[in-house]
């Protein structure tokens, strides 16, 4: 399993697309390229999560550390486009209380 991350910096912020999946062996590196970027750049990050097409328990894990890391920066980390699958990790582990996830249809602005 594999990813990648397409990334666009604009209007002082982060734009980001997951494409692929995310497990146990991808994970780490995830969480060191977001954390590459805000340290680059300490603004919001904007996840399109359209093309993710699969996460775990590790891969959510790495995204909780970017975004205590994003919090300490006073700033915060919004995820769009969720697929229903993995919303449901979310609601399961309870972590759609700690993230912003909007699920509107619309695109990350």
Known sequence: MDFTLEQKFENEKWY???VGEVDIYSSPDLKSQLKMLIE???VD???DCIKLEY???TGLGALVGVLK???ANNNEMYLYNVAPNILKLFHITQLDKIFSIKNDGGTPT
């Open 45 to 47: 990050l904007h996840i």
């Open 55 to 57: 996460i775990d328990s």
């Open 40 to 42: 680059e750049k300490a």
């Open 16 to 18: 980001l697309k997951i």
């Open 69 to 71: 890391a994003v919090h």
